[in-house]
């Protein structure tokens, strides 16, 4: 198995702009997480789905971000427009049902000038 | 210079002792608590778990001790070799298995 997969791995860009972050969990896996970790704020829940479906987004931080799951392979959070307090590095995470464990992505890395 | 932020408490031993790595939780009903180790540049990967109905798990070199009535949880890894350097975080649930982290541990080991 492959991991949960993230891209890109590093994204460079300028505030503004719109940036959308993607994400493959594992096969199988009901949860999907995504994740924001910065310095100062540590590791924030931004937002889960369960079998496709957003449970709950309080974690996100402003309407600029938004976050979708059109099927069970595929995710993106996309911020529009950027601004450069969001550059920080992005996490996805998903886990099945029957376990509190999570799989992590690599991560993308996000710099917003 | 840097903006004032919260620094990781870190913790350096020599190759070979043992690690000693502290979390304090906050919610008293919390019920399932898992470490995870992150290494520079990687995501967090799971080490171990324990439910509130134990006090004690032990892996492969790591052992979770879990004390209820302080609301504590340790990570004690035997040995610590240089790969183990890395962040490491606590995390508690309640119930439905979404977790909130704690700030993380940095481990530095010296060969």
């Known amino acids: 198995d492959a991991g949960v997969i993230q891209s890109p791995r590093h994204e460079v860009t300028e505030m503004g702009q719109e940036v959308t972050l993607r994400c493959k969990p594992i096969s199988g896996h009901d949860y999907l997480f995504w994740y924001r970790q910065t310095m100062m704020r540590g590791l924030e829940l931004l937002i889960y789905?369960?079998?496709?479906?957003?449970?709950?987004d309080s974690g996100m931080p402003e309407d600029r971000f938004s976050a979708k799951m059109p099927n069970a392979s595929f995710s993106t959070l996309k911020i529009q427009p950027s601004e450069p307090r969001d550059s920080a590095v992005y996490f996805c995470a998903s886990r099945p049902s029957i376990t509190g464990r999570q799989f992590f992505g690599p991560g993308t890395r996000l710099t917003v000038l | 210079g840097e903006s004032v932020g919260l620094h990781l408490p870190t913790l350096s031993v020599q190759e070979g002792d043992n690690s000693i790595i502290n979390c304090a939780y906050s919610?008293?009903?919390?019920?399932?608590f898992i470490w995870y180790k992150q290494e520079s540049g990687k995501g967090p990967q799971f080490i171990i778990d324990?439910?509130?109905?134990?006090d004690k798990r032990q892996g492969q070199r790591v052992t979770v001790l879990l004390n209820k009535t302080v609301k504590h949880l340790s990570l004690q890894i035997a040995a610590t070799q240089p790969g183990d350097s890395a962040v490491y975080f606590c995390a508690e649930n309640v119930g439905s298995y979404i977790p909130t982290f704690g700030r993380g541990t940095s481990l530095i080991v010296h060969p």
């Open positions: 919610n008293s009903a919390s019920d399932y």
């Open positions: 789905f369960n079998n496709n479906v957003p449970i709950d």
């Open positions: 324990i439910r509130s109905n134990m």
